[in-house]
C-alpha cells in the first residue's frame, strides 16, 4: 500500500448472517424515527461525502430501503446549469433542504467545492476561499433554525479503493458506476487527500462536527453508520396505530366481470422458470419441493380478480 494519510487496516469481514440480522435490527428503528420526524415535525439533513467507491451509495440504499420515499429524499444534484453557475454557490442546494417532518440525505453536497471542484480546477481560488469561509456560518444558520445535521465522510484505502474500480469495470451492471472522472482520484490520490485535510480544518465545527465511517468493509461501514445516525438524533418510539383493515363487502350479484379474452396480459413468461413443477403437479407426483401436487377451483372462497 502507498503512503498516504488515509491508510487503514483492513478490519476482519462481518459474518453475513450477523451483519444481516442486525441491519435488518437498525433499519426497523430507522422506520421508528422517520415516523418520529413526521409526528414532530422535526427536519433532518444527512450529508454523505468521500472518496470515490468508499461505499456511500450502497449505505444509503440501506437507510432508506424502508423508509417512506414521500418523506425521505436523496438529492445527488447534477453539474450546475448556467444560470446555476451564476447564483450564490448554496442557492441550489437551499432549494433541496427539508421542510417539516422531512429528511434529505445528499449523495455529495455543497462540499464538491472543496473536494473535486478544487482538486480539478473547476473553481478559483477565490471561490474555493470563500467556500470555506462562508460554509461554516451556513451550516450554523441550519443548526440555529433547528435542522439536525449530520456530515459523514466515508475513508478508504488507495488499495481497496482500485479494487472496487476493478470490480466495477469487470461487472456490465456497474459499469456506469465508473467514469473518467472517478479514475482521476487514482492519479490524484494525494491531492484529493490534502484538499479533504483542508476541508475539514475549515468546516470541522462544534455545531456542524465531521464524523468518519471507515469503511474498508462496506458492511461494517453500513452497520455503523446507521446505528450513529439513530443515536445522534435525539428521536423517541411514537404509537404507531395503523388503520384496521376493513372486511371485503359481498360481491354485487348485478356485477359481471367482462371476458379475460378482451383485455390484453403481460405475457407469464416467469412461468417457463416452473415447467417442471408444473407438469409434476398436474401428473399428481410430487414435484422437486417433494409436496404432491395440488389442484385449483374456483369456489366461494376464491380471490376476486380485476
Not at 450564490?88 to 417532518?101: D, N, S, V
Not at 480544518?201 to 469503511?215: G, L
Not at 462496506?218 to 418510539?237: A, D, F, G, Q
Request: hydrophobic share 30%; charged share 30%; with cysteine.
Amino acid at each position: 500500500m502507498s503512503s498516504n494519510s488515509e491508510e487503514i487496516t483492513a478490519p476482519p469481514k462481518l459474518d453475513k448472517a450477523a451483519y444481516e440480522k442486525r441491519l435488518v435490527e437498525l433499519q426497523a428503528q430507522l422506520v421508528e424515527m422517520q415516523q418520529w420526524v413526521r409526528e414532530t415535525g422535526s427536519r433532518v439533513v444527512i450529508i454523505m461525502e468521500g472518496r470515490d467507491a468508499a461505499g456511500k451509495g450502497s449505505a444509503i440504499k440501506r437507510i432508506t430501503q424502508y423508509l417512506n420515499p414521500r418523506y425521505c429524499r436523496v438529492e445527488a444534484l447534477p453539474t450546475p446549469t448556467s444560470r446555476e453557475q451564476g447564483q450564490w454557490y448554496f442557492q441550489r442546494y437551499i432549494e433541496k433542504l427539508p421542510t417539516a417532518g422531512e429528511i434529505v440525505i445528499f449523495d455529495r453536497s455543497w462540499y464538491n467545492r472543496a473536494g473535486v471542484e478544487r482538486v480539478m480546477g473547476f473553481c478559483t481560488t477565490q471561490q474555493y476561499r470563500r467556500f470555506l469561509h462562508q460554509a461554516p456560518v451556513f451550516e450554523r444558520l441550519l443548526v440555529e433554525d433547528g435542522i439536525m445535521l449530520r456530515k459523514y465522510w466515508f475513508s478508504v484505502s488507495d488499495d481497496e479503493q482500485i479494487r472496487r474500480f476493478t470490480s466495477r469495470r469487470e461487472d456490465p451492471l456497474r459499469q456506469w458506476k465508473l467514469s473518467p472522472m472517478d479514475l482521476q482520484s487514482i492519479t490524484r490520490w494525494e491531492d484529493y487527500s490534502r484538499a479533504k485535510d483542508e476541508m475539514f480544518a475549515h468546516t470541522d465545527t462544534a455545531t456542524a462536527p465531521w464524523y468518519t465511517v471507515e469503511s474498508e468493509d462496506k458492511k461494517r461501514s453500513r452497520i455503523n453508520v446507521i446505528n450513529h445516525i439513530l443515536t445522534s438524533i435525539p428521536w423517541e418510539k411514537v404509537e404507531n396505530n395503523p388503520p384496521t383493515i376493513p372486511s371485503r363487502p359481498e360481491g354485487d350479484s348485478h356485477y359481471q366481470r367482462p371476458p379475460r379474452t378482451e383485455f390484453r396480459y403481460v405475457p407469464d413468461v416467469a412461468g417457463d422458470l416452473e415447467k417442471d413443477k408444473v407438469a409434476s403437479k398436474k401428473a399428481g407426483k410430487p414435484g422437486k419441493s417433494g409436496k404432491p401436487g395440488k389442484s385449483w377451483k374456483a369456489g366461494k372462497g376464491s380471490s376476486r380478480k380485476k
